[in-house]
């Protein structure tokens, strides 16, 4: 077979912060490390991060590492992993100051320290006063933290394959992961990477939904190649609606805009978040602003000619403030809606944003599959990021844990893959059918199909997620969303592919990313089905209370054969004492 090949220790596809961070910290021990990604680095999804970053690092209020532990574990719902989340609160610090090192410019304060403001679920001593702990560079963090990471990589001689597709893993009959087939774009020809360990970094999947805040290039690609290697995705019905995406558009209005003081209104002008969270009012955690403004909505309250959105209000805070600390929302809301937000209020409603579930993952970036007797780890591949489920998040993550995570979990991933290859000096043989099934993915979309278009699937799957699998949930509903999306599944085989005479590639690119969104589709759906309770982002009508003693656990989903099936939540941190479900109030 006259398939090309490359060989590295590490194949890590994606280079969002998650994928860069694992990378920097192996390339910098000398292992010889491969980046994959579709689009080139720096714009990966990370870079639209407005808001900040989390690390307790008392520079304007007091603060403690512990407490942050516990507002994550209380935002989560009591699913998250309490032993990955103590981790990842303890390391925050460190990973921050690194940051500022490796040249992220953060926001300063007048004594000079790093720029923090407050953020939703953040609190002082065990749920007391309001805690300012999200680390920012203005409304550009992401932008800021992708950039250094890139440049840093570069610096320690990172290998990157720029705009190339992965497309499913390789293994061989034993289940080891011995890397992946990619699609070069540009010239259309596939590039087997063979590497002793693969790292997924492939990001969320927001694209599901027809209004959300993501990057076109957010299709699940990682999550559905997991899939497709007999391994379960946990946790999948717990998608995060952002409450303040721009009306009918979805763009993302930080959290860190009510951080600096902004608030929610409704058409009577009232600050209708005092009356579903009296203490933390705005600033509560993101599932209850969501359904807060859908129940304003729904009751006739909305703002607008139709009713359907609430306003959030900025004006109050003055040219000064929005310019120093939210220039780019400000820039934004003035481009795409021609309204200066120091004088007028942004129209706002819940948009689709976070994929808390994702592939199983232990603190190490290892994936971890049940078996007969407990766990067990797959051989050779890592997942980090957003496409990952370690799980810190639980049913809702709290904003600015997410670069937090991507860091945290990049770095232990890095370190452990780079003890693993200590041990592990040769590559081993790849069976030449087990490149097959992906060739054959591949090659599939040579033939272009006589029905319906891509785009046009696309967007009907889109609509169906959002109508039938949104911020409520009921059975009924739920039951028709699934056989919606089994039957758009089923066309997939008559798909046509756009105007292939000029656009081959990307066309083909498009249909494949349609796969995976439909894979993750019939995950997400089923997995909402399964559990009757309501947890976090996940509120089903027909449910509407949580039930620890029935679904203290999380999902995971076979595409094998449509199962969801359970394990324990980790209950125990690695030091301290078990936070004890409780009722989540605000
Ligand atoms: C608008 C917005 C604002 C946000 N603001 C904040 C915030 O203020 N604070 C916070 O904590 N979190 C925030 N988040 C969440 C956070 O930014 C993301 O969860 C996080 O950056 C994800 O990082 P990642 O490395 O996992 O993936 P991404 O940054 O999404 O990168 C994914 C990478 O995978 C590559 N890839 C995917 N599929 C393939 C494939 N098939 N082949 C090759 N490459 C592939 C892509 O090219 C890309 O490089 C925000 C999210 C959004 C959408």
Redesign the pocket.
Known sequence: MSLARRKFDVLV???????LRAALQLAQADAKVAV????F?TR???V??????NAALANVRPDNWHWHMFDTVKGSDYLGDQDAIEYMCRAASHLVYELEHAGVPFSRLDNGKIYQRPFGGQSQNFGGEQAARTCAAADR??HAMLHSLYQQNIRARTHFFDE???IDLISNDEGTVLGALALEIETGEPLLIEAKTTLL????V?QLFRTN??AR??TG??LAMALRAGIPLEDMEFFQFHPTGIAGRGM?I?EGARGEGGFLINKDGERFMERYAPHAKDLASRDVVSRSIYTEVTEGRGCGPEQDYVLLKLDHLGEDVLNKRLPGITAMVKTFLGINPAEEPIPVYPTA??TMGGIPTNRHGEVVVPVEHGEEEVPGLYAV???ACVSVHGANRL??????D?VVFGRSAGNRIIDVLKNTRYHLPLPEHSVDAAMARLQRWDQRGEGESVAAVKKELQGVMEKYCGVFRIENVLQEGLQKVLAIEARLQDVRLQDHSKTFNTARIEALELENLVDVAVATVASALARQESRGAHSRIDYPKRDDAHWLKHSLYYKEDNRVDYKPVRLRPITVETFPPKERVY
Not at 48 to 53: D, E, P, S, T, V
Not at 399 to 404: D, P
């Open positions: 596809i994606g280079a969002g912060g998650g994928g994959v990604s579709k689009v680095p990966s999804h990370t639209a991060a407005q808001g900040g970053i963090t992401g190339f597709f992965a970094a492939t990001g969320g927001g805040t993501n290039i957010n690609d990682g993302l930080t944003h976070y990021g957003e496409c904003g600015g844990n997410s670069l937090l991507i």
